[in-house]
């Protein structure tokens, strides 16, 4: 069974920056593609950006292009979303999420999923 555990969250001003790794374990980290979603209040879990397993090819929403970095190290089992310029609608539970088939930029394709961890951003 894939653990995740997502990190880094917090209140930020906007036009801050945060770094939120997400650690994983019991598994063989690099089989897996991984991909970063969030869900703000009242609103459904939408896709942020992916990242294949050999960390050369990513997806991102358009929502966030430019601004939002995904990366993987293979050999810590982590993946990392750095968000920069953040902007008061960023404001979500950011989850990291993983799955066997491929890379993939719908919530559904993910099979495990991590705890989630809140980011806030102030105006």
């Known amino acids: 069974q894939v653990q995740l555990v997502e990190s880094g969250g917090g209140l930020v001003q906007a036009g801050g920056s945060l770094s939120l790794p997400c650690a994983a374990s019991?598994?063989?980290?690099?089989?897996?593609?991984m991909g970063w979603l969030r869900q703000a209040p009242g609103k459904e879990r939408e896709f942020v950006e992916a990242?294949?397993?050999?960390?050369?090819?990513?997806y991102y929403a358009d929502s966030v292009k430019g601004r939002f970095t995904i990366t993987r190290d293979n050999t810590k089992n982590t993946v990392y979303l750095q968000i920069n310029s953040l902007k008061p609608e960023d404001t979500a539970v950011y989850y990291c999420?993983?799955?066997?088939?491929?890379?993939?930029?719908?919530?559904?394709?993910?099979?495990?999923w991590g705890q989630g961890t809140q980011v806030t951003v102030s105006s």
């Open positions: 019991r598994c063989t980290f690099s089989r897996y593609a």
């Open positions: 999420a993983a799955t066997g088939a491929g890379t993939a930029v719908v919530a559904g394709a993910y099979a495990y």
């Open positions: 990242i294949n397993w050999r960390g050369d090819n990513t």
